[in-house]
């Protein structure tokens, strides 16, 4: 079993879409990006969703689509020469992911769009009771959670913005 080469975990509702390859993929270095998502991995949709995504990858990057639990249980067996970008929808997925054993050391939060329920703590980030929750998983884990849309933005700690917005 090795340890895989994770170069950057991202949450983004959008999944992946040009703004993750132009931006973040070229930041990060990434060769592989892995969506993480159950619905775009098997869905019924899947199929439409990886056809959109795979298009906006610009054929630049290797493209994966895995559920959660197929995820924690290949990750390991990654090449040392693939760096992975993880892309999730959201936090409750990443929590899982970290609570699978997949070694995520720094979360990245882009697009968690406003949505009855939810309250909005930044520009482009709204949270309910249950996404604070696995923010709360991951950073007992070790996981650095950050609000940071794009590269040449501040990082801002998730629990700071939480905090100021309540």
Same mark, same amino acid.
């Given at each position: 079993?090795?340890?895989?080469?994770?170069?950057?975990?991202?949450?983004?509702?959008?999944?992946?879409?040009?703004?993750?390859?132009?931006?973040?993929?070229? *930041?990060?270095?990434?060769?592989?990006?892995?969506?993480?998502?159950?619905?775009?991995?098997?869905?019924?949709?899947?199929? %439409?969703?990886?056809?959109?995504?795979?298009?906006?990858?610009?054929?630049?990057?290797?493209?994966? %689509? %895995?559920?959660?639990?197929?995820?924690?249980?290949?990750? *390991?067996?990654?090449?040392?020469?693939?760096?992975?970008?993880?892309?999730?929808?959201?936090?409750?997925?990443?929590?899982?992911?970290?609570?699978?054993?997949?070694?995520?050391?720094?979360?990245?939060?882009?697009?968690?769009?406003? *949505?009855?329920?939810?309250?909005?703590?930044?520009?482009?980030?709204?949270?309910?009771?249950?996404?604070?929750?696995? %923010?709360?998983?991951?950073?007992?884990?070790?996981?650095?959670?950050?609000?940071?849309?794009?590269?040449?933005?501040?990082?801002?700690?998730?629990?700071?913005?939480?905090?100021?917005?309540?």
């Amino acid at each position: 079993m090795t340890t895989p080469n994770i170069v950057w975990t991202r949450i983004d509702e959008r999944l992946l879409h040009g703004q993750i390859r132009i931006t973040w993929g070229k *930041h990060t270095e990434a060769n592989l990006i892995l969506v993480a998502n159950d619905d775009a991995a098997e869905g019924p949709n899947a199929a %439409f969703m990886q056809a959109g995504m795979k298009a906006s990858a610009g054929g630049e990057y290797a493209v994966r %689509f %895995f559920t959660i639990k197929k995820t924690i249980d290949v990750i *390991h067996n990654a090449s040392d020469k693939q760096r992975i970008f993880i892309l999730c929808n959201n936090p409750t997925d990443v929590a899982r992911l970290v609570e699978g054993g997949v070694p995520i050391t720094h979360c990245n939060i882009g697009n968690m769009h406003y *949505h009855d329920g939810k309250k909005q703590i930044s520009k482009t980030v709204s949270v309910d009771d249950n996404d604070i929750r696995a %923010f709360e998983i991951m950073t007992q884990k070790g996981v650095c959670c950050t609000v940071q849309n794009t590269p040449d933005q501040t990082a801002l700690d998730i629990f700071d913005l939480v905090k100021s917005a309540a």
